[in-house]
DNA sequence: CAGTGGTCTAGACCACTAG
DNA sequence: TAGTGGTCTAGACCACTGT
């Protein structure tokens, strides 16, 4: 272990204990590189190296041009057993919040397919959903209907509206009795984090669901990819008996 | 957008580009900084930083010393329903792997304590456990269950083997019927990181489980820390019928 | 020992943001 | 325009790993 901590670390920690204990509360700058290097008489790469240890860690966002920040930790929570398992309204954000969302039919991704038990290439009924805050994408969904369902169900394109078809799958008697979800975390690829404007670094969250009607039949799969530093995940199970 | 890519973003995509269509399968070393130096004419920082791309989405791991190699993607699966909820032979790992575990009796920690319905201060029944693989971590978790449970129960240091503690709360008549779990997800911190060592950029989730009887009575809670990288998070759930 | 990655410096120029 | 962070260089020394 590190007897004599290394000026980067030394710098680091103390920015991170002043975040930690409130001292730099949410959304309050901290000392930018240019004054780190004289008050610790240390190159710039070395100042820099410092913040970057924090941002990895999650705790801070750089704004480019203005400062470095303290993050905003709190969070959304996701009820998996509640419909919409997200309130409509993400209270973690002070600025502009909203949901794009188009709709179309394709053939069924691979591990949709086997999730929906199709076959590859069948077609499904897709609705795509990214719900952002401010110029960040706080969400991006994939909701997919095996078509053979969705036309009993009489649902089309127009039909998707918030839980509009979950209500037609009840209508045609393949109400969502249970649920299965799976959860993977992991870092946002560069290209991917640009496209959700996530910033710092901050871990996502994939989550592939599979609904099921009374009779076990796979009604509707969706795929959701979360940023995890605005959202915890809630859910509520029965245990088996033995 | 960048409409042309810089010196360490080339790079970097030319590498994660032979990561993920299988070119550079995982254990496979990387092109080291020296060799990146001369290949692309850069500076040392410019093809460390290429590399560090890379390390901060989770793809490759550094060996100091060494080298710097792609990760190995694989995943067990957590499935919270079941008992245990993560297989004992962790698939993951080619190396040693085995759990270390130490239980004592304290005050609750605060947010145990909200989660069981104790006051503050009151005498909990703890069992700590580390797994691990290889050198790593992969789980850390803490039970706890009150102390007036564990005392009716017969529950002491002693007894707690795997599922020990359960079958002891079952034939004390508290079994556990049905479970809540909050899953978070972040970044963990430098420190964190060293002492699970956890190695290059790898999100950790954590997990807060409440266990109720059938009564409804909180008869054991967890706080559990996954390495995100190593696991899959399953969970099947009922649906209300509203 | 040679080869790897880790840290650090001193200086340069650029890109972005705000007043 | 002044101040911020982002990139890059050329060179140095250190720490760790394996042979």
């Given at each position: 272990?590190p007897s004599?901590?290394?000026?980067?670390?030394?710098?680091?920690?103390?920015?991170?204990v002043?975040?930690?204990?409130?001292?730099?509360?949410?959304?309050?700058?901290?000392?930018?590189?240019?004054?780190?290097m004289?008050r610790?008489s240390?190159?710039?790469?070395?100042?820099?190296?410092?913040?970057?240890?924090?941002?990895?860690?999650g705790?801070t966002?750089?704004r480019?041009?203005?400062?470095?920040?303290?993050?905003?930790?709190?969070?959304?929570?996701r009820?998996?057993?509640?419909?919409?398992?997200?309130?409509?309204?993400?209270e973690?954000?002070?600025?502009?919040v909203?949901v794009?969302?188009?709709?179309d039919?394709?053939?069924?991704?691979?591990?949709?397919?086997?999730?929906?038990?199709?076959?590859?290439?069948?077609?499904?009924c897709?609705?795509v959903?990214?719900?952002?805050?401010?110029?960040?994408?706080?969400?991006?969904?994939?909701?997919?209907?095996?078509?053979?369902?969705?036309?009993?169900?009489?649902?089309?394109e127009?039909?998707?509206?918030?839980g509009?078809?979950?209500?037609?799958?009840?209508?045609a008697?393949?109400?969502?009795?249970r649920?299965n979800?799976?959860?993977?975390?992991r870092?946002?690829?560069?290209?991917?984090?640009?496209?959700?404007?996530i910033?710092?670094?901050?871990?996502?969250v994939?989550?592939?669901r599979?609904d099921?009607?009374?009779?076990?039949?796979?009604?509707?799969?969706s795929?959701?990819?979360?940023d995890?530093s605005?959202?915890?995940?809630?859910y509520?199970?029965?245990?088996p008996?033995?």
């Open positions: 272990m004599k901590p290394l000026p980067y670390e030394r710098i680091a920690n103390e920015l991170r002043g975040i930690i204990d409130g001292r730099l509360a949410a959304g309050a700058q901290l000392t930018g590189e240019n004054e780190l004289q610790y240390v190159a710039r790469e070395t100042a820099r190296k410092a913040l970057r240890v924090l941002r990895d860690e705790l966002l750089t480019r041009g203005v400062g470095v920040f303290v993050r905003d930790a709190r969070r959304v929570s009820h998996a057993s509640r419909n919409p398992a997200i309130a409509a309204v993400d973690t954000s002070a600025g502009m909203g794009e969302e188009v709709a039919n394709v053939t069924a991704p691979e591990h949709i397919a086997r999730a929906l038990g199709l076959r590859e290439g069948e077609l499904v897709r609705r959903q990214r719900q952002y805050a401010g110029v960040s994408t706080t969400r991006r969904s994939a909701l997919y209907i095996p078509m053979g369902l969705a036309v009993e169900a009489s649902i089309t127009l039909d998707f509206g918030p509009g078809a979950e209500a037609r799958l009840r209508e008697g393949h109400a969502p009795a649920a979800e799976v959860i993977r975390v870092m946002p690829f560069r290209p991917e984090a640009e496209d959700m404007r910033e710092g670094a901050v871990p996502i994939t989550i592939l599979t099921y009607d009374r009779n076990g039949l796979a009604v509707q799969a795929e959701t990819v979360l995890g605005r959202y915890a995940l809630e509520d199970f029965p245990l008996e033995a």
